[in-house]
């Protein structure tokens, strides 16, 4: 079944160790999203591409980063977690603009 | 600055009987909704949607309604189930936004047996 993947499902990281998360999708989908979910909140769009175009949110702080080195996958980086930056964090694609977005999973980070 | 906002953080309903869960937006400039269901340790799974040229869009047993005066919607689950139990976002796009969705924090529904 096509889908979109997510590793890890849980990730404990130490205050200030860079730590990196994986989305993976067989949808062969353009864009792909990046969601930061803390408890009881909306889902935040962090960013996105579309194909190679990286679209930055304005207040996406500047300790997360993003790449996408290829149409399947998307990382976060995450260079300096602090505490605040335990949360859920959902990859989503669509094929085109507008169009439905899929998720994954989620990863559950724990900021120690 | 939330722009979409689900007032009720849970409801609970009786199998069989009629779940209304609500959704209100602050910008008139959004027009495509969409809802979307998450169960415990997956992700959120698209369930409907509706433009903002229509006011009703129904399949299966859900419907959504949009009032774009209130800047309101609703979605409605007739008749309840069990398995619907999960929690509820609404979410809402602009043309000027392309592909990206403002999302809701989410209503938890509970259908109870």
């Known amino acids: 079944d096509a889908m979109v993947i997510q590793n890890p499902r849980y990730q404990v990281t130490q205050f200030g160790k860079p730590v990196t998360l994986s989305c993976s999708q067989t949808l062969n989908h353009n864009v792909m999203y990046w969601y930061q979910q803390k408890s009881s909140q909306a889902p935040k769009l962090l960013f996105h591409y579309y194909d190679k175009d990286f679209n930055n949110e304005a207040d996406t702080p500047d300790n997360f980063q993003s790449r996408r080195p290829n149409t399947s996958f998307c990382f976060l980086d995450i260079r300096s977690p602090g505490l605040g930056d335990a949360a859920m964090y959902l990859c989503?694609?669509?094929?085109?603009?507008?169009?439905?977005?899929?998720f994954g999973p989620g990863t559950r980070l724990l900021v120690l | 600055d939330q722009q979409v906002k689900q007032n009720s953080p849970s409801l609970s309903v009786q199998e069989g009987r009629i779940s209304i869960l609500n959704c209100d937006y602050t910008n008139s400039m959004f027009d495509y909704f969409l809802w979307y269901k998450k169960y415990p340790a997956e992700g959120p799974t698209f369930l409907i949607s509706?433009?903002?040229?229509?006011d009703k869009n129904e399949d299966g047993r859900f419907t959504v309604f949009l009032n774009k005066s209130a800047k309101h919607l609703s979605l409605h689950i007739v008749p309840s189930q069990p398995g619907d139990s999960a929690v509820y976002f609404c979410?809402?796009?602009?043309?000027?936004?392309?592909?990206?969705?403002?999302f809701g924090a989410g209503t938890i529904l509970r259908v109870k047996s």
């Open positions: 989503a694609t669509s094929s085109v603009s507008r169009e439905t977005q899929y």
């Open positions: 979410a809402a796009s602009m043309w000027e936004y392309g592909n990206k969705l403002v």
């Open positions: 509706i433009s903002s040229i229509k």
